[in-house]
């Protein structure tokens, strides 16, 4: 890409910028790079605003600055064993908290303590007409106004460029487990899914490999209670449950979307379906989320476009963001207007 590259380094700069160019695509460590398309585009890099501005454990927040890598808020929240339990993905390959809250993306955590917009209490970000935006708050107990911060969550960068985040976080669990629940056919798999979901286990994580028959449980908290929730699933399904030694590489492998290391490109599209069983793909969320590694894009839109639903290509490049079915509505189109009359976002 050539596009010209500008790195405002306080928000005074990113005002600036923003007024300077006709169009902007703002860029974290693009490590989704589908999602920041550009010819004709000014593309405004968040990378030198970064750095956790406060970290308040008592009150379980933090704020920092959005081109901060998610690493780094990983490590510091670890160190007083605390968590963001969406699981964010793409961590290694450097995901910067704008990224994360402009792409809707969460892991496999969501299931039990909801996704990205659950965790965002407060934002800053500038409007396509230069204004700085403060909306949300720093607190946890905040219900004041209409929750924009949450609104930003998927934007994929077309309403504003963020420039602060604020996010409520847990206290990590003491310890983890994996099952791995060993299936006879895609409708047994399915069954078992469900069974997990509605079930009184409150578990951490379902997910599943289709293609390999098996449903992944992972459970979460002191190690006894764990051992009494494993003992009890396997009795439920006895013979067919065993525990997953590897687990910490294979719960890296969904969230960093290397899973299928062979494909070019994973996407994410918000259902689960019989379609997808001749691709190699990734069930999450209790069989809402399929990650589909793929290397024939094309033919994936198309399939999507017949089901009627979006895919969000999150791992490779690609022309587009979305492929598949692209809803849009009046009120989705108004509030792009509202926030940003000038048309400098992306479409
Ligand atoms: C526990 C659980 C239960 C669920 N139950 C259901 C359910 O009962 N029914 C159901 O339908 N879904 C269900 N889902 C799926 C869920 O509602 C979402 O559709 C899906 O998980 C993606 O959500 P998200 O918040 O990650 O991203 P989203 O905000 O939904 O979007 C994903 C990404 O795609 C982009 N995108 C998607 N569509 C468009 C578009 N038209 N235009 C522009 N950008 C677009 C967004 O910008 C975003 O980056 C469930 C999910 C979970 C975790």
Known sequence: MNEPLLKPTCESDLVDAIASCEHVVAIGNRTKPAMSPGSGVTLVSLSAMTGIIEYEPSEFTFTARSGTRIDEVRDVLSERNQYLPFDPMLVDAGATLGGTVASGLSGPGRFRFGGVRDFIIGCVFVSGDGKVIRSGGKVVKNAAGFDIPKLMVGSLG???????????????????????????????????????????????????????????????????????????????????????????????????LTFAPHRSHVVKVPTASTVFSSLDHHVSAAGNVTWI??????????????????????????????????????MSRNIKTAMEPHGRFPG
């Open 293 to 330: 590694a793929t290397d024939d894009v094309t033919d994936l839109d198309a399939k999507l476009t017949k089901l009627g639903v979006p895919g969000l290509v999150v791992r490779g490049e690609w022309s587009a963001s979305i492929v598949g079915k692209i809803h849009t509505s009046h």
């Open 158 to 256: 077309r309403l504003g460029v963020m420039t602060e985040l604020t996010f409520k976080v847990f206290p990590k669990p003491l310890s983890t487990l994996t099952l791995s629940v060993a299936c006879e056919s895609y409708t047994q798999l399915i069954d078992r899914i469900q069974q997990a979901a509605s079930s009184r286990w409150e578990l951490d994580a379902i997910d599943a490999r289709p293609n390999e028959l098996k449903v992944l449980l992972r459970i979460a908290g002191p190690q006894e209670a764990n051992q009494a929730i494993a003992s009890e699933i396997t009795s439920r399904w006895t013979g067919d449950v065993s525990e997953l030694e590897s687990c910490e590489a294979f719960w890296h492998s969904v969230t960093e």
